[in-house]
């Protein structure tokens, strides 16, 4: 690379900024970053999002590890992210390495890049990021100069087509292993020990895998036979839980972005975890068991937030935001004291049986929005065989309320091609859908608008769905060319997802380490930002796929026997595999599985294994 100093590179950058779209992506020095001195810290970390700006500084987990980095005096943590294809081609032809935001330095330079793992299509972004830095792909192939390349998120729960390019993932939640893991880079640098023996010290930290230190052997029909661990190494990798949430560390500075990002406004996390139990999440698995935030802490946490940052919006976060058992008083106290500063609230994630329209009605007082729900599925059989547990006259009563409060836009979410799924159940959704826009009608709104999306089913690790095939790609399209036509109607609207870009989703959701080779390939041959319908290369996949000699069909389209090697046997969510299984048998049979925070023990096993419990604040 021409550039290795951080003031030439900024030079260089900002000389281009006025011919890429979104200049400000590239600038950093926003409102509230933290800019150290990097001859007074011991361990230089990247927090590499491998998407564009907007996107991953609209990521909740980017705030966190990014401020709880930087409050280690010995540490720092700066923001790297996916260049867009304009400024990329800028930067490849001027020589111009992948740089950290606030410093500008060669990403080479910093001891540890970690990148989170969202989405199985971001994957090749991580290679192509590693590339623009000028750091080799595979571990073996770096020296020790290079920075240790580590990642983490959901995606970290099946890390196996990543597992070459990766030192090591953090499986779980890393608010406390973290630290503990750039305290022992920090004694690494300063008194060095070798690769092998300083990796399997890394090894005992709760919640970190490392791939070189684990031999898969595979049988000649290419299942899996064995996972084995080297000696020194755990059999199993056993996630991290932070087991205080409510005193855990939370930034109160977040940074302010000078463009609009996706989500641009404070994010209060309000809850982490669902017992829920719908059998196709895997979030609903991976983050159990539900631990809330008190109130106190939460309104503390707002107070703070809003006079560092000048937002204008609050929102409620969770996988169930409606589920947090404090909602109403939170609610009501946040609105009682900043609505006369135009302050609002948001609610991004409801359930239909959970959903208060009063509640509902008081939030929209400061500022209107529309209304999202997820049925999921067309009729109430399917819906017992995910466990959504929510029903038809949820639906209505839910929708009834809204219209009748001043509402006209309601979103409906659902997924095709999850199993047993039916002709009628295609039906279902679109009659589920017109049920809703005739109420409006009837009811007297006007512009009635009823937006459904379907999104075709991925199967993922660690759910009971992980044995389930992927449905073909063929006949996911006839169901959304079905459903297009059968949902005509001016106050309806269709969107769906992309089948060829959901089939490469399965095969990386439910591959093993050979997909590896396919991915290094495909990138090599051009592919990158994966999750954007414009940029996605799908006869490149296949050719790289084939050039590997892999069958991408085995992976995403293949039922799985309960007594096979899945990929990510060896990675352990807390829940029970004999659980996983009992709940597929339940889908079968359409039977239903309560939520264990108002029933009896459902029987995961995440809170005996961990001596745990559901921790609730209300």
Same mark, same amino acid.
């Given at each position: 690379?021409?550039?290795?100093?951080?003031?030439?590179?900024?030079?260089?950058?900002?000389?281009?900024? +006025?011919?890429?779209?979104?200049?400000?992506?590239?600038?950093?020095?926003?409102?509230?970053?933290?800019?150290?001195?990097?001859?007074?810290?011991?361990?230089?970390?990247?927090?590499?999002?491998?998407?564009?700006?907007?996107?991953?500084?609209?990521?909740?987990?980017?705030?966190?590890?990014?401020?709880?980095?930087?409050?280690?005096?010995?540490?720092?943590?700066?923001?790297? *992210?996916?260049?867009?294809?304009?400024?990329?081609?800028?930067?490849?032809?001027?020589?111009?390495?992948?740089?950290?935001?606030?410093?500008?330095?060669?990403?080479?330079?910093?001891?540890?890049?970690?990148?989170?793992?969202?989405?199985?299509?971001?994957?090749?972004?991580?290679?192509?990021?590693?590339?623009?830095?000028?750091?080799?792909?595979?571990?073996?192939?770096?020296?020790?100069?290079?920075?240790? #390349?580590?990642?983490?998120?959901?995606?970290?729960?099946?890390?196996?087509?990543?597992?070459?390019?990766?030192?090591?993932?953090?499986? !779980?939640?890393?608010?406390?292993?973290? +630290?503990?893991?750039?305290?022992?880079?920090?004694?690494?640098?300063?008194?060095?020990?070798?690769?092998?023996?300083?990796?399997?010290?890394?090894?005992?930290?709760?919640?970190?895998? $490392?791939?070189?230190?684990?031999?898969?052997?595979?049988?000649?029909? =290419?299942?899996?036979?064995?996972?084995?661990?080297?000696? !020194?190494?755990?059999?199993?990798?056993?996630?991290?839980?932070?087991?205080?949430?409510?005193?855990?560390?939370?930034?109160?500075?977040?940074?302010?972005?000078?463009?609009?990002?996706?989500?641009?406004?404070?994010?209060?996390?309000?809850?982490?975890?669902?017992?829920?139990?719908?059998?196709?999440?895997?979030?609903?698995?991976?983050?159990?068991?539900?631990?809330?935030?008190?109130?106190?802490?939460?309104?503390?946490?707002?107070?703070?937030?809003?006079?560092?940052?000048?937002?204008?919006?609050?929102?409620?976060?969770?996988?169930?935001?409606?589920?947090?058992?404090?909602?109403?008083?939170?609610?009501?106290?946040?609105?009682?004291?900043?609505?006369?500063? @135009?302050? %609002?609230?948001?609610?991004?994630?409801?359930?239909?049986?959970? &959903?208060?329209?009063?509640?509902?009605?008081?939030?929209?007082?400061?500022?209107?929005? !529309?209304?999202? &729900?997820?049925?999921?599925?067309?009729?109430?059989?399917?819906?017992?065989?995910?466990?959504?547990?929510?029903?038809?006259?949820?639906?209505?009563?839910?929708?009834? %309320?809204?219209?009748?409060?001043? /509402? %006209?836009?309601?979103?409906?979410? *659902?997924? #095709?091609?999850?199993?047993?799924?039916?002709?009628?159940?295609?039906?279902?959704?679109?009659?589920?859908?017109?049920?809703?826009?005739?109420?409006?009608?009837?009811?007297?709104?006007?512009?009635?608008?009823?937006?459904?999306?379907?999104?075709?089913?991925?199967?993922? %690790?660690?759910? +009971?769905?992980? /044995?389930?095939?992927?449905?073909?790609?063929?006949?996911?399209?006839?169901?959304?060319?079905?459903?297009?036509?059968?949902?005509?109607?001016?106050?309806?609207?269709?969107?769906?997802?992309?089948?060829?870009?959901?089939?490469?989703?399965?095969?990386?959701?439910?591959?093993?380490?050979?997909?590896?080779?396919?991915?290094?390939?495909?990138?090599?041959?051009?592919?990158?930002?994966?999750?954007?319908?414009?940029?996605?290369?799908?006869?490149?996949?296949?050719?790289?796929?084939?050039?590997?000699?892999?069958?991408?069909? &085995?992976?995403?389209?293949?039922?799985?026997?309960?007594?096979?090697?899945?990929? /990510?046997?060896?990675?352990?969510?807390?829940?029970?595999?004999?659980?996983?299984?009992?709940?597929?048998? @339940?889908?079968?049979?359409?039977?239903?599985?309560?939520?264990?925070? *108002?029933?009896?023990?459902?029987?995961? =096993? $995440?809170?005996?294994?961990?001596?745990?419990?559901?921790?609730?604040?209300?």
């Amino acid at each position: 690379m021409k550039y290795t100093d951080g003031a030439e590179i900024r030079e260089a950058i900002e000389q281009y900024l +006025p011919k890429v779209m979104k200049p400000t992506r590239y600038l950093g020095a926003e409102w509230n970053t933290v800019v150290k001195n990097w001859d007074e810290v011991k361990v230089r970390m990247a927090f590499a999002f491998p998407d564009v700006y907007e996107v991953g500084m609209s990521h909740l987990g980017l705030r966190i590890i990014y401020h709880l980095v930087n409050s280690y005096e010995d540490f720092l943590c700066e923001r790297v *992210f996916a260049p867009w294809v304009d400024m990329e081609e800028i930067m490849r032809e001027k020589e111009i390495p992948l740089y950290g935001l606030e410093s500008f330095r060669p990403l080479k330079d910093y001891d540890v890049v970690g990148f989170t793992l969202q989405y199985e299509m971001s994957f090749s972004n991580i290679l192509n990021m590693l590339d623009l830095a000028g750091i080799p792909w595979r571990c073996e192939e770096r020296s020790p100069e290079d920075p240790w #390349i580590i990642a983490g998120g959901p995606c970290a729960y099946n890390p196996e087509p990543l597992a070459p390019f990766v030192d090591f993932f953090f499986v !779980g939640e890393a608010e406390e292993t973290l +630290p503990q893991l750039l305290h022992m880079i920090q004694e690494q640098k300063e008194n060095p020990v070798s690769r092998k023996e300083f990796l399997l010290k890394v090894a005992q930290v709760e919640g970190v895998y $490392i791939p070189e230190l684990y031999k898969v052997d595979y049988k000649e029909d =290419g299942r899996i036979a064995s996972i084995t661990a080297e000696p !020194g190494a755990p059999k199993e990798i056993k996630k991290a839980i932070v087991r205080d949430f409510d005193n855990s560390f939370f930034p109160t500075k977040p940074i302010v972005p000078y463009m609009e990002i996706v989500h641009d406004r404070i994010m209060l996390e309000v809850m982490r975890g669902c017992t829920r139990g719908c059998r196709f999440c895997q979030a609903g698995i991976l983050y159990r068991p539900v631990r809330e935030r008190s109130p106190e802490t939460l309104l503390k946490q707002v107070d703070e937030m809003l006079k560092s940052t000048g937002y204008e919006e609050i929102s409620l976060t969770s996988l169930s935001s409606g589920d947090y058992t404090c909602i109403q008083p939170v609610v009501q106290e946040i609105l009682d004291k900043y609505s006369k500063d @135009k302050v %609002s609230v948001s609610l991004p994630s409801l359930r239909l049986d959970s &959903f208060d329209v009063k509640l509902a009605e008081e939030i929209q007082k400061v500022r209107k929005t !529309g209304l999202t &729900f997820a049925p999921e599925a067309g009729t109430q059989r399917l819906r017992d065989v995910i466990n959504k547990g929510v029903t038809e006259e949820n639906l209505l009563e839910t929708a009834e %309320s809204a219209f009748k409060s001043g /509402w %006209s836009s309601i979103k409906l979410y *659902f997924m #095709i091609g999850l199993p047993t799924e039916t002709q009628e159940d295609l039906d279902g959704i679109a009659s589920l859908a017109k049920k809703v826009a005739d109420l409006g009608s009837k009811l007297g709104r006007r512009n009635v608008r009823v937006t459904v999306s379907t999104s075709s089913f991925v199967p993922k %690790s660690h759910t +009971p769905f992980q /044995w389930e095939p992927q449905e073909g790609m063929l006949s996911l399209d006839r169901k959304q060319k079905y459903l297009r036509e059968i949902l005509r109607d001016r106050r309806i609207k269709y969107n769906y997802h992309d089948v060829e870009t959901s089939f490469m989703e399965g095969v990386f959701a439910k591959g093993d380490r050979r997909l590896a080779d396919v991915l290094e390939l495909a990138v090599k041959k051009g592919c990158k930002f994966d999750g954007w319908h414009e940029h996605f290369k799908y006869d490149t996949w296949l050719e790289a796929l084939e050039e590997v000699g892999l069958d991408p069909h &085995f992976y995403a389209n293949r039922a799985m026997d309960y007594d096979d090697v899945l990929p /990510w046997d060896h990675i352990e969510s807390g829940v029970s595999k004999k659980f996983l299984v009992h709940e597929h048998h @339940k889908a079968l049979k359409e039977s239903l599985t309560l939520d264990c925070r *108002f029933v009896d023990c459902t029987g995961c =096993g $995440i809170c005996p294994e961990r001596e745990l419990q559901n921790d609730l604040k209300g």
